[in-house]
């Protein structure tokens, strides 16, 4: 079987075996062979290894001995003295670049890695020294370094990888979430062509350390199998079948005898034919030996890179590193910390290929130029730098020149020059500049706008999947902007770029379930939203989550989260959310109420002019609220300032004010024109208050029309105190006709929010069948209701109901407790029935001098009961001193409104009035 094999030109290996290294090649002639090694134990961030730093030494030892030269074996490990050794991903990534581009078509190329990998989401990565598993920027990606090795013209690549020793585990041992070895396996076990992988260990495996070996067990038999033991035929080559059959072999059998654990590593990828890894003298011959062709032609000798065509080259991989960041995170935080970070050694470099004309550095170098990093700030030359390597064809240059124009950084702004650069890049494909281009159509930022445009570059962008754009998208869709109205598409677009940690469409996606525009309303998914939103930093979606909280909406209520949430927005200078501070010390929720820090929240927002906070301040400083001394004309000041901001609430207050002349010159006038100002603004109750001033011509005209046109619009949105208004518009058809079912219709709308006198009013259309059938049943739970809620009328009425035994058992005593009450309250009418129920003792003595006080009571406020029944016990000397002068002036004052009973005295008594 094996025969067969050796006899074909070219195979494919996909076996499990311990393979190692070196050699493969077709060319008769020996070219150089280089190597880079790395070896990691103890990490920064994550948990340490064993003997992953002494397994990769012990190769570098026998790489040299099997006739590597040493200048061509880089050797990484985290014990190395020499920092530029330490295997660092910057490090890593740099001078794998080197090697790979100092080899030739005749030359091999060895990468070994030692350490812990991992799979996280769809990729796999290797962990350099300072990697940090939940940052895929501190990690080295897999497939970017099979793309680095197959881009590389070597003969001869060989990637060995020892990386599932144990599993991944952050400090405390909590291993990494999302880690999965078995696809991470699964990613080294698929190499592209012309590269061979050898793993320690298969699919869902570990590789077993030994300490009696002092090495892990997959090593120590691949540098038995170099130095000799691999010879199976004893011609003094060891060729790569006869290593890979060694050292999967002994590997097996030493894990099964010694761990009762199974453990086979492999070998995955394409070689043309089989080769000589290394000789037993340590003289290795990588030619071919049992291939019928071989290649004749002289060895090629490899160009020599110049150190400028170097940094060159590494300065265009620096840039697609920033790019690739800045699209998971566009911004020029990203852009800052990214050049921060590697221009710590490179800045030099970087200027020096800007200067000899490469496009790559002069972005970098404009970039610090632009930002400050590493150099003076200096936008002007960073602009022309930018335009140098936008010339030359660079993306990324073209995208920050355009930038540049666009928001008038250093440069006057220009919205064509702006879209003449997007445009270039976005035309190559940039997500960036596409999205860019299309917001600027999208707003038409000195450019006609153009929604269509906008859609165009927007989908571009989209289709590569860059939040930004999707995020775009949903605003159209949202909009109706160039497409129709669609707020399930754009729920759909924003929900995209928010499970891409966008954070802006975080914060929509939580309005959009918080309304119920485009899904079904969930507040619960609302607050999930809100809060990945605020972890992004968005001000907005952190007062929200706070409100939130404070209202326990969505979540439970919980006063101490709202301050924390609500705090962080204030700190971000977030004007509502440094009202909504106020707001929590005012109210001492989640923290100890206190108006002066209150007052300290509401100036910061006022000082942005927020209109809330500057009415909180005013009825602050206006009522003198806490420790906080009155001060009305500072009060005044701060409430004006919002009315003036058209802040509707305080358009009203400010009405209030003028129609009681606190603080100010009483003016019914002034009062009507502040209040029509918070109500044509939306006030409801200004709506009300101008309404009542129109129905009784108080400051302006008498118009019952208009009252009713206000009435109605705040009824209509729910204003209870203008339902009822609106009712008794109805009742006496004033501004309307009458109408008692619609005078009905509507106290009973305001009763559903239980007003006090629509409770009352609808008792009364049930006592009195207006507009309804007669019902005392229905009419006393409603005066019952108003009344123990101090309502003076319905207590009367509730009087009055036991009284006569309406819908009750008559009970006096009952009667006199209503009574009373709503006399208490200096209601006349009960004032009356009060002295009622003592001339005649009904539920209490009969008492005609207590009587007489309660009738009195009545009388001066005009009662005209109180006025005729005093006026009689004058007449006849009850309770008081007989006095028919005293008794024919109450007369003549009931008289006067009507009274029948006064009007009849007066004539008995005026008829024989002439001894008087």
């Known amino acids: ?545 706070g409100y939130m909280y404070r209202e326990g909406i969505g979540v439970s209520q919980n006063y101490s989260k709202a301050f924390e949430w609500c705090k962080k927005s204030a700190d971000g200078g977030y004007a509502q959310g440094q009202f909504n501070m106020g707001l929590l010390y005012a109210r001492g929720n989640g923290v100890s109420q206190n108006y002066r820090e209150a007052l300290n929240w509401y100036r910061k927002a006022a000082d942005q002019n927020n209109s809330y906070a500057m009415y909180n301040m005013g009825i602050i400083y206006r009522d003198g609220l806490g420790d906080v001394s009155s001060d009305l004309s500072e009060g005044i000041r701060w409430i004006q300032k919002a009315a003036e901001l058209n802040y509707n609430l305080a358009q009203n207050e400010i009405g209030v004010m003028y129609y009681r002349g606190t603080g100010v010159p009483q003016s019914y006038a002034k009062a009507a024109e502040w209040y029509r100002k918070g109500a044509e603004n939306g006030n409801l109750y200004a709506m009300d208050n101008l309404g009542v001033l129109l129905n009784y011509g108080t400051g302006v005209t008498e118009d019952d029309y208009e009252a009713v046109r206000w009435f109605r619009k705040a009824a209509e949105l729910g204003h209870a105190n203008s339902q009822n208004n609106l009712a008794w518009m109805y009742h006496n058809g004033w501004g309307v006709e009458k109408n008692p079912e619609q005078a009905v219709y509507w106290y009973k709308k305001a009763v559903e929010q239980d007003h006090l006198k629509a409770l009352n009013n609808l008792g009364w259309c049930y006592t009195n069948g207006f507009g309804t059938e007669q019902s005392y049943d229905k009419a006393f739970p409603l005066y019952l209701k108003a009344g123990n809620q101090g309502d003076a009328n319905s207590q009367n009425r509730v009087g009055l109901m036991y009284q006569n035994g309406w819908s009750v058992k008559q009970d006096y005593a009952q009667a006199v407790k209503w009574y009373r009450l709503a006399a208490d309250q200096n209601y006349a009418t009960a004032q009356n029935n009060l002295g009622v129920m003592y001339r005649n003792g009904w539920g209490v003595s009969q008492n005609d001098s207590e009587a007489a006080k309660w009738y009195r009571k009545a009388a001066d406020q005009g009662n005209e009961y109180g006025q005729s029944n005093l006026a009689y016990l004058y007449e006849n000397g009850l309770g008081v001193n007989r006095d028919l002068q005293e008794a024919l002036r109450l007369y003549r004052k009931a008289a006067d409104q009507g009274n029948d009973v006064a009007i009849k005295r007066i004539q008995e008594l005026t008829g024989r009035s002439e001894n008087l």
């Open 1 to 545: 079987m094996l025969s067969g094999l050796w006899k074909a030109k070219s195979f494919c290996l996909s076996w499990m075996v311990p393979l190692i290294f070196v050699g493969l090649g077709m060319a008769e002639e020996k070219g150089d062979r280089y190597a880079l090694l790395i070896g990691i134990n103890d990490y920064t961030h994550i948990s340490d290894l064993e003997y992953c730093s002494t397994d990769i030494q012990g190769l570098h030892k026998q790489l040299l001995n099997s006739g590597f030269a040493d200048q061509r074996v880089f050797l990484m490990h985290d014990s190395a003295t020499d920092r530029k050794m330490l295997p660092t991903k910057p490090l890593i990534e740099r001078t794998l670049r080197v090697i790979l581009n100092l080899a030739d078509k005749d030359d091999t190329v060895l990468v070994a890695f030692a350490g812990h990998g991992l799979h996280l989401g769809e990729e796999s990565f290797f962990c350099p020294l300072d990697a940090h598993p939940t940052e895929k920027d501190s990690l080295l990606s897999i497939e970017w370094i099979y793309e680095q090795m197959e881009n590389c013209q070597a003969g001869q690549k060989l990637l060995i990888v020892d990386a599932c020793r144990n599993r991944v585990e952050m400090p405390g041992r909590r291993s990494v979430i999302g880690n999965n070895p078995r696809s991470l396996m699964g990613t080294l076990q698929r190499p592209p062509q012309g590269i061979l992988t050898l793993t320690s260990c298969d699919v869902g495996e570990f590789a077993t350390e030994a300490s009696d070996l002092s090495h892990g067990v997959f090593t120590h038999f691949l540098l038995r199998g170099l130095e000799g033991q691999a010879d199976a035929n004893g011609d003094g080559e060891i060729r790569i079948l006869e290593l890979f059959s060694y050292v999967n072999q002994n590997t097996k059998e030493y894990v099964a005898k010694e761990f009762l654990e199974f453990q086979q590593p492999t070998l995955r990828g394409t070689i043309n034919g089989d080769f000589v890894v290394a000789t037993v003298s340590g003289t290795a011959k990588p030619v071919t030996l049992t291939t019928g062709s071989s290649s004749t032609s002289s060895k090629i000798t490899s160009p020599t890179m110049t150190p400028s065509e170097l940094a060159s080259d590494e300065s265009k991989e620096e840039v697609k590193r920033i790019r690739e960041a800045y699209l998971r995170a566009p911004g020029d935080t990203t852009f800052t910390e990214k050049l921060e970070e590697m221009g710590k050694f490179r800045f030099p470099e970087w200027k020096q290929v800007a200067e000899s004309g490469g496009a790559a550095g002069q972005t970098l170098y404009a970039g610090c130029l632009e930002l400050g990093i590493h150099t003076n700030k200096d936008l002007s030359a960073a602009r022309e730098w930018y335009e140098k390597a936008a010339e030359q064809g660079e993306i990324f240059a073209q995208f920050r020149l355009a930038r540049m124009y666009h928001g008038g950084s250093g440069v006057d702004k220009d919205g064509y020059a702006a879209k003449k650069w997007y445009l270039r890049a976005a035309s190559n494909g940039d997500a960036l500049s596409q999205s860019n281009l299309a917001w600027l159509y999208q707003r038409g930022e000195d450019i006609p706008q153009d929604y269509q445009e906008a859609m165009r570059w927007f989908r571009r962008s989209a289709d590569q999947n860059f939040p930004n754009a999707q995020s775009g998208l949903g605003t159209m869709y949202a909009n109706g902007w160039g497409v129709i109205k669609d707020d399930a598409e754009a729920a759909r677009w924003h929900r995209m770029a928010a499970e891409q940690d966008f954070a802006y469409s975080q914060e929509r996606m939580g309005w959009i379930y918080y309304e119920g525009t485009g899904v079904r309303k969930d507040t619960s998914t609302a607050a999930y939203w809100f809060e990945k939103a605020g972890n992004g930093g968005q001000l907005a979606a952190q007062d929200m989550l």
